[in-house]
């Protein structure tokens, strides 16, 4: 089953065409890497099929129903209903324990705040972070941050997890570390996922790949050697 289908999505800044005309098809349970060169358009094109950015033509379908053209308060509700994310860094609120950070999506979905406190902990325990719940993002590594991050992107119960970079900060091994619960955790959950990079050892984590390259999808043998 086709879970988000996005079809000639092109978005402009300015001069610069960020995206020129990308289609792609995520299926239920499905990992995609989204590679390319820097600047080739990987972040616009998660922006979009997240609902972050509307695109200048071209739509997103999210299980057949049209995301993309919302008002940016649809499109917001869209985000907290139905997706999760992980960034870089800097994601987690730092005056807050983890435990908070994990459980807030929850709430700000209609949760109580000790519902989705015991949720968070149970979340937190099953990435393996049993005890740091009470730390706050500076008190921990940077591979358990983004396990917290994992956590909070799992929380809601999201159709799709979006994910830019998510190893961007981290040594090789911890990176590893990091997507093989990103991937395990977010397959487990029954989310797709769709993983912005340029690391090749982080696509590999993903099923299927994407590379793009001047906001266009380059196939054949030399996608792969970007
Ligand atoms: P990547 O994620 O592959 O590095 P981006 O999607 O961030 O690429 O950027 C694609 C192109 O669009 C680049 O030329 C970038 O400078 C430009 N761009 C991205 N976001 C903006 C923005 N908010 N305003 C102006 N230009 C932007
Ligand atoms: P990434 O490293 O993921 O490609 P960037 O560092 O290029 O991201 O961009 C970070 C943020 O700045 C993004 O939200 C992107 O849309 C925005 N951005 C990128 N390029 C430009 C630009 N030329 N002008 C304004 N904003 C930009």
Redesign the pocket.
């Given at each position: 089953q086709v879970r988000l289908a996005a079809r000639g999505l092109v978005k402009r800044?300015?001069a610069?065409v960020?995206l020129d005309g990308v289609d792609l098809d995520l299926a239920d349970g499905e990992s995609l890497a989204v590679m390319?060169?820097?600047?080739?358009?990987?972040?616009?094109?998660l922006h979009c099929l997240a609902g972050i950015l509307a695109p200048d033509q071209g739509g997103v379908a999210l299980r057949g129903r049209d995301v993309s053209s919302g008002s940016d308060r649809e499109r917001s509700l869209l985000r907290r209903r139905h997706y999760g994310f992980v960034f870089q860094f800097g994601q987690l609120l730092s005056e807050l324990p983890a435990v908070e950070n994990v459980a807030l999506p929850a709430m700000l979905l209609g949760t109580s705040r000790r519902e989705a406190t015991e949720r968070a902990r149970q979340w937190l325990a099953s990435l393996g972070l049993a005890g740091m719940e009470g730390r706050r993002p500076g008190e921990l590594s940077g591979g358990q941050a983004q396990r917290v991050a994992v956590a909070r992107a799992l929380i809601t119960g999201p159709d799709v997890v979006f994910a830019d970079e998510p190893t961007g900060a981290l040594d090789q091994a911890t990176g590893a570390d990091v997507m093989r619960v990103l991937t395990e955790a977010t397959r487990a959950a029954g989310a797709s996922l769709v993983v912005?990079t340029h690391d090749e050892s982080v696509a590999a984590w993903c099923s299927r790949r994407l590379v793009?390259v001047d906001?266009r999808e380059v196939r054949g043998p030399l996608a792969g050697a970007r």
């Open positions: 800044f300015g610069t960020a390319g060169p820097s600047g080739s358009g990987k972040s616009t094109l912005v793009i906001g």
